[in-house]
């Protein structure tokens, strides 16, 4: 059985606002999931640039501040069309800008939640134990 090693790389979106930490989410259309944004690099793009597109594609944020935290990676495995696949993404927390739009192809809902709601609402763990790092750390 052929396996594929898969790499994206996303951002995690937050905003001070009143006080409060946000974090921007986003459902999937075709997969459903609440998730951070993220995709796959284009030819010669790095890892960076791939998150920063990714972000603007799915969601028209913008980054206004890379924080200076590491970056935070999930990794799983799935099967999709006869092969397996070994998926690692790659997160870099970002300060972004607040008005978005959601892109109609990929993204069904999208929107700002607090630490507590983003936790609540994120449909993997992995993606919970990314969220609380990064929000501990501010």
């Known amino acids: 059985m052929q396996t594929v090693d898969d790499f994206s790389f996303g951002v995690v979106p937050l905003l001070k606002k009143n006080g409060v930490w946000r974090i921007f989410l986003i459902q999937h259309k075709h997969a459903m999931h609440w998730a951070l944004p993220k995709g796959h ?3 010669g793009e790095s890892d960076l640039k791939t998150a920063e597109r990714e972000l ?14 590491d970056p935070l990676s999930e990794t799983y495995q799935f ?6 696949f070994n998926k690692t993404v790659t997160y870099f927390p970002a300060i972004v800008s607040e008005e978005y739009w959601l892109c109609q192809d990929e993204v ?8 507590d709601e983003a936790i609540d ?6 993606a919970r134990g990314i969220i609380k790092t990064v929000m501990e750390s501010l």
């Open 56 to 69: 603007n594609e799915e969601t028209g944020l913008s980054i206004v501040e890379w924080l200076k935290v």
């Open 108 to 115: 069904e809902d999208g929107n700002w939640f607090t630490k």
């Open 121 to 126: 609402r994120v449909t993997f763990s992995q």
């Open 41 to 43: 690099p284009e030819e």
């Open 79 to 84: 099967r999709h069309q006869g092969k397996n």
